[in-house]
């Protein structure tokens, strides 16, 4: 149940324990020292989430039955379904890769609507009749699964990935938009829109039994020593013999707990950051997509496609594969290992670690997008097959750019931002005394 009374949160990002009092519907309480979102308020969250959550699963079903789109070369007519496309790569010997779309834009988004729904729909019923939360292994199981899923969904990627395809070959031949890519759009909409209105705050407390937090004060940190912070449901839990030596379990959704290691972050961050970098290599000199036109066929790199697109005149494709191909990952590995850099000073002020910490948020909201131009590919791969004509193939380039965006994303996953501040030289947060006085909140006037 939603507690009146004020609680304890911890930042994810910088470690500091805040107490919060009771927070209305449609606020947010922002850390008083990074100011990252601690609890987000959704109004009505749950018939949200149902709403958005039954439309978007319908209109993913009807997106898979009609044309997504189709292309006329020559008075010859090519359609394709959405499937089409996601299994392209199945044809060309890419089962990983084939296997990849397919998780990302149709399997994963499935479960995580169905898993949505029914968890809002068991804490909705345990606040109607006013039950207590009860301690059912299989919700928690459910939490987690919903929840680890979430970041790995790309169907808001694959739409603009969808409209860069479309733009790329309108100047080259007639193309044509089918049903089930309005569908789409706004099952891509919906599904963005549901993950907003999750208010896991509202979620945990209704699904959940309360957990005792120990000891643990306001003010206090990662570098106190005396407490460990779920990732997924941000649930403090008091550090016990159980936790303190090897990984515990969350009280409350029982995810794994990990006890605040920076040493290994940074190895792990580091060595995923250099896997990336070795692939980043193949990902760039071998061909994106081979393209045959009239019986000859040549290969492209990534490079290559944007320097073609720029002399037809497609500025703006040629910048969108630019940015999302060529500059989003370099920038995300150099900030990254800025990042790690950085970490050998000692004594910095909080608000030089501030800007290392926006520059963390920039680079874990920018890492999806560079998938852009892996579903250009299997988009035109699916649409572009006229034979001797017309066509397009994927190139080996493909597979090695997709690891070069999983692994920065895996590596920017095991980042713990909180290491940044482990050795600022003003720990006090922007000269406040005590944690309430600096709190933050979106609506100023009500708290
Ligand atoms: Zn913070
Ligand atoms: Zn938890």
């Known amino acids: ?21 009771h927070l209305p519907e449609d606020q947010t309480a922002f850390c008083p020292r990074c100011g990252n979102s601690l609890v987000v308020r959704i109004k009505g969250c749950h018939t949200k989430v149902f709403a958005y959550g039954l439309a978007a699963l319908i209109l993913q079903v009807v997106s ?11 008075g010859i007519t090519q359609q394709v379904a959405l499937i089409d496309v996601l299994i392209v790569f199945f ?3 890419k089962a990983a890769l084939a296997s990849l779309l397919l998780l990302t834009i149709i399997f994963l988004p499935a479960f995580y609507l169905v898993g949505l729904i029914t968890l809002f729909a068991m804490a909705w019923y345990s606040a109607t009749v006013q039950k207590h939360p009860g301690d059912s292994a299989w919700a928690k199981r459910l939490f987690r ?12 990627i694959f739409f603009i990935g969808a409209l860069v395809s479309i733009i790329k070959m309108a100047s080259l031949s007639d193309i044509s938009i089918g049903n089930a890519f309005w569908t789409y759009f706004f099952f891509a909409l919906l599904v963005v ?5 999750a208010d896991r705050h509202w979620l945990c407390a209704y699904l959940f039994a309360p957990v005792s937090i120990g000891d643990v004060q306001p003010g206090d940190s990662h570098l106190t020593g005396n407490h460990l912070v779920c990732r997924l449901c941000n649930q403090i839990n008091p550090v016990t013999d159980s936790n303190v030596d090897a990984p515990g379990h969350c009280q409350r959704c029982h995810f794994r707990l990990y006890p605040y290691n920076p040493g290994q972050s940074i190895r792990l961050t580091a060595a995923l950051l250099m896997t990336s970098l070795i692939f980043y290599f193949p990902a760039n000199l ?10 000859d066929s040549s290969g492209s790199t990534i490079m290559e496609g944007v320097i073609f697109l720029w002399n037809e005149g497609s500025y703006p494709v040629a910048l969108v594969i630019l940015a999302a191909s ?11 290992t800025h990042l790690l850099w950085s970490l050998r000073r000692q004594g910095e002020a909080s608000q030089v670690v501030l800007e290392r910490l926006h520059l963390y948020r920039f680079i874990e ?8 131009d892996v579903f250009v590919v299997a988009i035109l791969s699916a649409l572009v097959q006229f034979g001797e004509l017309m066509g397009v193939t994927p190139g080996r380039a493909v597979f090695y750019f997709a690891l070069v965006v999983i692994f920065t994303l895996l590596s920017t996953g095991f980042f713990d931002p909180r290491i940044l501040w482990q050795n600022i030289s003003d720990p006090d947060c922007h000269g406040h005394k005590t944690p309430k006085d600096c709190l933050r909140f979106d609506n100023k006037e009500a708290l």
Do not use: N
């Not at 699964?145 to 790995?152: A, D, S, T, Y």
């Not at 909201?365 to 852009?372: E, L, Y």
């Open 91 to 93: 044809y060309f010997h």
């Open 326 to 336: 060529i500059i989003l990952p370099l920038s995300k590995m150099l900030i990254l």
């Open 193 to 197: 829109k549901c993950s907003r209105m």
């Open 365 to 372: 909201v920018i890492g999806r997008w560079s998938m852009i």
């Open 1 to 21: 149940m939603i507690s009146h009374s004020p609680f304890l949160a911890a930042c994810q990002e910088c470690g500091k324990v805040s107490r919060v009092p």
């Open 64 to 74: 898979c039955f009609f044309p997504f789109m189709a292309i006329d070369v020559e």
């Open 286 to 295: 071998y061909p994106m997509m081979y393209t045959t036109s009239f019986g």
């Open 145 to 156: 699964f919903v929840f680890c899923i979430e970041p790995w969904l790309l169907v808001d």
